[in-house]
């Protein structure tokens, strides 16, 4: 069983910087993709960023200010999301998602880190 845990979230000032880390129990050659999720309060789930093999996507609100960035070790892969210039309306629950390929393709989650953005 695939286990993804999340962890790097806070509390932080607008204009404020936080990386965010997850650690996915998988091989990479078992893996398409990893990728960043966020829910807000009253919104639905919404993709922030994704790594595949090759390339990098992200959100329109976040492109500039986001990076997404991996590493890889013996069946465990991370990924990275470093968030710069953070305003209010990134506040949210990040989620981490590990996808594996066709034809078996399924998503891994894991169980979230908060992230608020105030003053």
């Known amino acids: 069983q695939v286990q993804v845990v999340e962890s790097g979230g806070g509390l932080v000032h607008p204009g404020g910087s936080l990386r965010l880390t997850c650690a996915a129990s998988i091989s990479f050659v078992n893996l398409y993709a990893m990728a960043w999720y966020r829910q807000a309060p009253g919104k639905q789930r919404e993709l922030v960023a994704l790594?595949?093999?090759?390339?990098?996507?992200?959100a329109d609100s976040v492109q500039g200010r986001f990076t997404i960035s991996r590493d890889i070790a013996k069946n465990t892969v991370y990924a990275y999301l470093q968030m710069n210039s953070l305003k209010p309306e990134d506040t949210a629950v990040y989620f981490c998602?590990?996808?594996?390929?066709?034809?078996?393709?399924?998503?891994?989650w894991g169980q979230g880190t908060q992230v608020t953005v105030s003053a």
């Open positions: 790594i595949t093999r090759d390339s990098t996507d992200y």
């Open positions: 998602v590990a996808q594996t390929p066709y034809p078996r393709q399924y998503d891994y």
